[in-house]
């Protein structure tokens, strides 16, 4: 028998990662009456555990930065290992345009994703866990109606006025709209695991990440507060399909492709088996429609990089919020505006990040992150870029548009020399001379 909620809620929130979480305490401290449902229960086990410093003002902004410290290993910067260099860049975030910008925390997200959870309720959002949304309908009215399931086969139903979907890489409307579309431009794949007992960066850096190349991808070393270290390999997904053992021994290999990474993980143990994630980059065609809109992975999930997930989810869970905000209690043709606004914002800051996320495994943007140098202020545009400086204007992106610029002339440049170099060599061999 399906029960259905005496309430009617304004705003119905899917999923308790740090998307839902924050439009909810968001929603809810602007007096809606938001119903944040999760399938799992705080605290359970997320992969995303490096932050971005712009994250740090929203964590004062929701009111949790105390809890966060408390919880987080701070982060001044990132190192990147790559094999064809003779030694490891360090940069830090002090080196960022944006000089405020200097550190964010390494979490452990059971622990961060509980913080925001809780801080919902206790902002005086109802909150539901154990509860999965198996279906919405949209009644021509207006609303939306969502079905949910409990662990034990009870189900129930729910109204309200506006439906946030932040369910994740779960993609709730995404896979009902039939909008969700896989990126053909960037077909990778994970395998992580944790660790105990790995070599860490002395001082100060102990907290950073490091970034390692091979010759299939690239490395994430994330120290947790704790000791753990969080190490992921991230390649082309045709690599990973190469994988003919079991996804811990498979990881253990891919490892022993690094040198550098192995030096550092020399006497550290895997705890539990490694977990692999199949090929993960899409995005939706559409982020919003009549009654709805989505936030964060429900959207869509670029690759981890740069760490840009949680941030991603959490700000937009902040634009989505004025969003709705219009949809709720302004006329329909603010309500359209503020949709579109909401789209553009988010889909700009997604392609800024993007463009470097495509190359980052090409020897120009390589050197990027190797090199010292800053002729143009680029390696302080870099870094700002790298502490999630996306969404507002700043100087920064004209920089980095000259560097892309510079990039496309470089690439066109060793093009012609290659073709230049195999047309003389064609005549030179024909004569016999080569
Ligand atoms: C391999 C890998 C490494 C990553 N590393 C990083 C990193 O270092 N830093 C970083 O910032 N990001 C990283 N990310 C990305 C990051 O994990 C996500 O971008 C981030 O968690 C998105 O937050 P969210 O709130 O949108 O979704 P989620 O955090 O996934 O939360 C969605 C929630 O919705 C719940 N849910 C789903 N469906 C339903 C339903 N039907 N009903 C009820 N509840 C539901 C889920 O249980 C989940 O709790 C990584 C991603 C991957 C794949």
Redo the contacts with the bound molecule.
Sequence with gaps: MVITSDERYDVLV???????STVATLLARRGERVLL????HHP?F???????PMNMPLFEQLGVADEIARIGIPKYGAEFVSPWHDKPSHLEFAQAWDKSLSSAYEVR?SEF?HVLWKHAAATGAQVIDG????GVEFPAEGGVVAR?RAEDGREQQFAAKFLVD?????T?LANKLGTKVSNKQHHTA?I?GHFTGARRLPGKAVGNISLFWFDHGWF?F?PLLDGTTSV?A?CHADFMKTRKTDVTTFLKDVIAMSPALSDRLRDAELIGPATA?GN?SYKSDRISGPGYLM????YG?ID?VF???????MQSGFLAADAVTACLHKTADEAALALRRYEADVNRAMERFSWFIYRVNRPAIRALFMNNGNPLRLRESVMSLLAGDVFRPSPIHARLGLFKGLYYLKSLAAKAERLLARNTARPLARSGKA
Excluded at 14 to 20: D, K
Excluded at 131 to 134: D, K, N
């Design positions: 899917v999923g308790g990662g740090p998307g839902g449902i999760e399938k799992d359970r997320h992969i995303g555990e490096s932050l971005l997200r994703d509860w999965r949304i198996t949910a932040a369910s994740g890489r779960d709730l994970a992580y994430w994330i992921g991230v994630t993960y936030v964060g992975d429900a999930f981890p760490s840009s997930g949680v941030f991603i989810a």
